[in-house]
Structures are given as C-alpha cells and as structure tokens.
C-alpha cells in the first residue's frame, strides 16, 4: 500500500522542477494527482509519466496568478475526484523575481505577489471546506533568499516571506479543523538551478552546505512533501522545514 492511497492531492507548478516530483512521487504513493500547470507543453508529459506508471492523474491547466482560474481549476478537481486532502502551493512566476531594493517598482511586487501569494492564499480559499472536512494537510513553498536576505531579490524574497507569514496565521486559525500548515524553503538541482550554477558566485554559495549540493528534487525535496501529507506529520504545523543541506541552520522560524 502507498502511504497516500486514498488521499487526493493538489499539486501546482506540476510540469516542471519540484512540482514535477512532488506530483511523480504522490501519484506513486497512491494519491489521485491534481497536476496544474499553465502550459501542456510541461503538463502533458507529466501526466502521460503518472499514466505510464499507473497512477491516477487529472491534468489542469491554469494560471494561478488570476482567481477566477483557480476557482475553475479547484472545481474540475472536485468534479474528478470529489474532495481535496493535500494541497501543495508550488507555483511561482520567476519573471519579475530580480531586482534591487533602489530599482524594485510596484509592478514587479505586484507580478510576484500575483503568482506567488495572492495565489496560495486563493487555493487555500478555495480549498478550505474540503480540506476542513478531511483534516488535511497545506504545503507551501517559501524560499531560503526571503531568509538570508539575498541581493537583487527584492521582489521575490518579500513574496516568498509572506507566503511564510500568510502559512503562520493559517496553521494557528486552521489549527481546530486539525488542518495541517507547513512550508517548505527547498535547494534542490532544478533546470533553473542548473542555469544558475554557471555563475561561480552562485556555485560556491550552493556548494557551501554542510551536507554538500543539492541533488535532485525527486530524491530531496519530494520526500519532505510526502511526509508533510501524510498521517506521520500531523502534530506538525506553521513549521518551515529548510531543505537546503544545512544552509540555514536555525532558520525554520
């Protein structure tokens, strides 16, 4: 049996990186995969994986930085699988995400906040009553550069900080529902990372971990979600779990 049998998970950001492995690894624990993502060129190849392994997967496009599509996209859910137990916040649109403290505009805080907060917050929204009735379980992603405070991040590092103060409130307003709120801050060797990791600033901030580079998402990251939605996690809540190595020693606040 697979530690998710019967349990219906949410996934966003489903057609690449960490959200691909997260939705891989539920699927293969036995949980009815909900997979969204904005494009089928990533969310097909994804959902024709979960198919090939035998798992059961309903694939959703959306763009979760508009309300109205997340509420049509929970409700296709509720219409494929009848309830929602797991829901994984991973979606994020990086293309605003740079910028310095002097030269960030309202327009690039208002793109970040778009995909990053105001979309887990209206998942949550939408999630909630049947999250409620299955005491289920809420991850959501924040970032380690909202915790160091990492230059030229401005918009991004603030979102992904509020993601963590939004995911705070919740687990304690949550908390009598025996709904479970936790995050996750991962370093995992996404494409993206890959990319990164040419610039050698960048190689030598990642490699100086206690336990070395990160290594795939399917093999670092996915496994924390899948302890975080199940049974084994329940008298966990508002935690941040840092994924990152040791990078952040002390910083799970």
């Known amino acids: ?77 509720i219409e494929a699988f009848g309830t929602v137990d797991v829901l994984v916040n991973n979606a994020h649109d990086f293309a605003t995400s740079r910028s310095s403290v002097l030269d960030a505009t309202e327009a690039m805080f208002a793109d970040q906040f778009a995909s990053g907060l105001y979309s887990v917050v209206h998942f949550m929204q939408a999630c909630f009553p049947y999250l409620k009735e299955r005491q289920g379980n809420v991850i959501n992603f924040g970032s380690g550069v909202g915790v160091l405070g990492a230059p030229t991040f401005t918009p991004y590092a603030a979102c992904k900080e509020a993601v963590r103060a939004v995911s705070r409130v919740a687990a304690r307003e949550w908390g009598q529902y025996k709904i479970n709120v936790n995050i996750i801050n991962p370093a ?66």
């Open 1 to 77: 049996m697979g530690q998710l049998d019967g349990k219906v998970a949410i996934v966003t950001g489903a057609g690449r990186g960490i959200g691909k492995a997260i939705a891989i690894l539920f699927a293969r624990e036995g949980a009815k995969v909900a997979a969204i993502s904005r494009s089928h060129a990533t969310l097909d190849p994804v959902v024709d994986q979960i198919r090939q392994e035998g798992g059961t997967v309903t694939g959703i496009l959306c763009d979760v930085s508009h309300k109205d599509q997340v509420d049509a996209a929970v409700a296709q859910v």
């Open 188 to 253: 995992s060797m996404t494409d993206s990372l890959i990319e990164a990791t040419k610039n050698p600033a960048v190689m030598a901030a990642i490699a100086d971990n206690p336990l070395g580079m990160p290594g795939p998402p399917l093999e670092e990251v996915a496994p924390v979600a899948l302890f975080l939605a199940t049974d084994a996690s329940k008298y966990i809540t508002g935690h941040t779990f840092m994924v990152s190595g040791g990078k952040f020693i002390d910083a799970a606040r």
